[in-house]
C-alpha cells in the first residue's frame, strides 16, 4: 500500500498499522503550540508585570516550564497530544503502539535542541523526510511516533438494501473493490458515483444511475446482506 | 463467512468491550471507586475479550473483510493494547528515593563518561586560570573590555554594601534567571551529544574556558576574595550538574559512535533513557543551586569563614552524595 503505516507486531500476534505523521502537520501543529505558548507568557508576563521587580523571577521560572515542559507535560499527561497537535488529529505514541510514558516524552522534547539545528528544524525535517515513519531524531532516541489519529467512521446503512448475485465469479480484489465502492460512494455526488459505475459496465450491463443501483446490491450480495 | 454474518455474531462483544474500555479503561482510580456499581464485563475478563479481539481482527484481514469491519477492530484493539501494554505510572512517591540513590548509582554507572565529562570541563577551567595568573593580559583576548569592567564591578572589594556576583535585580528576580539560564545549559549540553558527542564538548570547553577565565582574571586584578565568596556555595551543586549534563551527552554520542553488540537504534534508545533520567536528577541539582546561588551566595555581610566553611559543606555533601548515594540496594532498584 502506497501509505507512511508502521505495522506494530503486538505480543498477541496481530499487526497494529500506525498511520506515521510526516513533517507538514507536525510542522503546523508546532507552530499552533508556539502562538499557544506566545500567548500563555504574554498573560503571564501582563500578570506579574503588577509584582514589580521580584514578578520578573516568577516570569522567568514560568518562561523556563513553558519553554521546557509544555510539551512534555502534554504529552505525558494529555494521551499524547499537545493543544497544537489536538487541533491536527496528531498523537504522540511509544514505538510500540503504547501512550507514550514521562520519561520518552521528557527524552524527545529534551532532543529538540539537536532537530532544531542549525535553524528552524532543518535536522528534524531532513531526519523525518528520511526516515519510513517521519521520526525526527528526538524520536528516534526516544523510541516514540507522531501518528494521525484514526478517524471515527459513521457506520453507514446500506444505499439500497435488496441484493444481486454478480453475473461472474469475482475475484477477491475485485470483490473488495465493489465493496469500497459501495462503502464510499454514497459521501460521492451522484455524477461521480455514475462516472465509476460507468467503469464496471461489462459486470452491470447498464449505465448511470441504474449501474450505480447494480454495484450497491453487488456489494450486499458479496457482503451477505440479503 | 459472509462479512455481515461475522459482524451480527460478534457485534456484543465488541459493543461489551468498547463500553468497558469508555467506563473502566480511562482512569483507574475511577474505575475502583465505581467497582459496585459495574455491571458489565468484568475487569478480569478483559484480557481474554482483547486477546479474542486480536483473533476476530486477524481473521477478518485475511478473509478480506472491508475497511468498516477492519479499522473499527483496529480502533479497538489499539484502545486495549494501550491499556495492557501502556508505560507504567512513574512513582512519584518515589522521586526522593531515586534523587537519593537511583540517582548516584546511575552517575557510577556511567563512571568513564563522567571522568572524560569532568576533565573536559575542570582542565581548561584549570589551564586558563593559571595562564591568567601567569599573563593577567590574556583575559582581554578572551572577553570584551565592557564584559571585563562589569565582572569587576559585580565582586568590587571597595563596595560592601553592594550584593556579590549581581549587577542590580531582587533575590527572587535572580533566582528565577538562573534556573532558566543554567537548567538551560545543562539540557542543551546533554542534547547536543547527539551530534556524535562533539556538541557536549564544546560545551563543557567553552564553559569551563569561560569560568577560568572570569575566576583567573578577579583572582588577577585582586578582586578574588568577594568572587570566592560568592562562587564557595553554589559551585559544587552548579558546576557538578554541569559536568554530568555533560556526561550523560557524551555517553549518547558514544552510543551512536560504538554501540556495541547491538543496534544502533537500540543502544540509543537506552543511552537516551539514562540521559532523561540524568537529566531529571540534573534539574533538582541546578534548582538547589540556584536557590542556594539567589538566597545565600549573594550575602556580603556574611563572615568570609561561614561562607567557606558552607562552601566546604556543600562540596564533601556532593561528592559523598555521589559516591556513595544508594550503594546497599539491590540492583533492580535503580531505575526507579
Known amino acids: 500500500m502506497l501509505d507512511t503505516y508502521r505495522e506494530v507486531v503486538t505480543p498477541e500476534g496481530v499487526a497494529l498499522h500506525l498511520p506515521a505523521a510526516g513533517p507538514m502537520p507536525r510542522a503546523l501543529a508546532w507552530a499552533i503550540d508556539f502562538i499557544v505558548r506566545a500567548a500563555v507568557m504574554m498573560a503571564m508576563g501582563m500578570f506579574l508585570g503588577v509584582f514589580g521587580r521580584g514578578g520578573t523571577g516568577f516570569y522567568a521560572v514560568a518562561m523556563f516550564l513553558v519553554y521546557w515542559f509544555y510539551p512534555v507535560a502534554f504529552e505525558a499527561m494529555w494521551n499524547g497530544r499537545t493543544p497544537g497537535k489536538r487541533a491536527l488529529g496528531l498523537r504522540v505514541i511509544a514505538g510500540n503502539g503504547a501512550p507514550v510514558g514521562w520519561l520518552a516524552a521528557f527524552t524527545r522534547n529534551l532532543l529538540r535542541v539537536v532537530d532544531m539545528l542549525p535553524l528552524a528544524y532543518a535536522t528534524g525535517l531532513v531526519s523525518s523526510l528520511v526516515d519510513p515513519w517521519g521520526r525526527r531524531l528526538g524520536d528516534m532516541v526516544a523510541g516514540t511516533l507522531v501518528v494521525h489519529d484514526a478517524r471515527a467512521r459513521e457506520p453507514q446503512p446500506a444505499a439500497v438494501d435488496t441484493a444481486l448475485a454478480p453475473s461472474v465469479a469475482l475475484r477477491p480484489y475485485e470483490q473488495a473493490a465493489l465493496v469500497a465502492f459501495a462503502e464510499r460512494a454514497p459521501r460521492l455526488s451522484e455524477a461521480r458515483q455514475a462516472e465509476l459505475a460507468d467503469l464496471a459496465e461489462p459486470l452491470t450491463g447498464a449505465r448511470g444511475s441504474t449501474a450505480v443501483t447494480r454495484l450497491y446490491r453487488m456489494a450486499n450480495w458479496l457482503l451477505g446482506r440479503r | 463467512m459472509k462479512q455481515e454474518h461475522f459482524v451480527q455474531r460478534h457485534q456484543p462483544e465488541w459493543i461489551a468491550f468498547e463500553h468497558w474500555l469508555d467506563e473502566r479503561g480511562e482512569s483507574a482510580r475511577k474505575a475502583r471507586a465505581e467497582r459496585r456499581n459495574w455491571h458489565g464485563l468484568s475487569d478480569a475478563d478483559m484480557p481474554s475479550r482483547y486477546r479474542r479481539l486480536c483473533q476476530q481482527l486477524a481473521l477478518a484481514r485475511r478473509r478480506g473483510y472491508s475497511p468498516v469491519v477492519t479499522d473499527r477492530l ?62 593577567p593580559e590574556l583575559s582581554s583576548s578572551l572577553f570584551e573590555p565592557a564584559q571585563l569592567m562589569q565582572f569587576e564591578r559585580m565582586y568590587d572589594p571597595a563596595d560592601p554594601a553592594r550584593k556579590l556576583g549581581r549587577d542590580n535585580g531582587t533575590d527572587v528576580a535572580m533566582f528565577g534567571h538562573y534556573v532558566w539560564n543554567n537548567v538551560s545549559i545543562a539540557f542543551r549540553t546533554f542534547a547536543s551529544g547527539l551530534v556524535l558527542g562533539v556538541g557536549s564538548i564544546v560545551v563543557l570547553i567553552t564553559n569551563g574556558v569561560m569560568i577560568g577565565g572570569v575566576a583567573g582574571h578577579l583572582q588577577a586584578v585582586g578582586h578574588g576574595d568577594p568572587f570566592w565568596r560568592f562562587v564557595a556555595a553554589h559551585s559544587a551543586p552548579e558546576l557538578t550538574a554541569i559536568v554530568i549534563a555533560g556526561g550523560a551527552g557524551l555517553r549518547l554520542g558514544l552510543a551512536l559512535i560504538a554501540p556495541g553488540q547491538r543496534r544502533r537504534a537500540d543502544a540509543l534508545v537506552d543511552a537516551g533513557r539514562r540521559g532523561a533520567l540524568l537529566c531529571a536528577g540534573v534539574l533538582a541539582m541546578l534548582v538547589f543551586a540556584a536557590f542556594v546561588e539567589a538566597f545565600w551566595s549573594s550575602i556580603a555581610w556574611m563572615p568570609a569563614w561561614i561562607k567557606y566553611s558552607v562552601g566546604g559543606a556543600l562540596w564533601a555533601l556532593t561528592a559523598a552524595w555521589l559516591l556513595l548515594g544508594g550503594r546497599n540496594l539491590p540492583a533492580e532498584d535503580a531505575g526507579a
Not at chain 2, 112 to 122: E, I, V
Open chain 2, 74 to 135: 483496529q480502533a479497538l484493539m489499539h484502545r486495549g493494547h494501550g491499556l495492557l501494554y501502556r508505560t507504567p505510572l512513574p512513582h512519584w512517591q518515589r522521586a526522593a528515593h531515586f534523587l537519593l540513590a537511583g540517582f548516584p548509582r546511575l552517575v557510577r554507572a556511567e563512571r568513564g563518561c563522567m571522568l572524560a565529562s569532568f576533565a573536559l570541563f575542570w582542565i581548561p577551567i584549570a589551564v586558563i586560570f593559571a595562564a591568567i595568573q601567569w599573563q
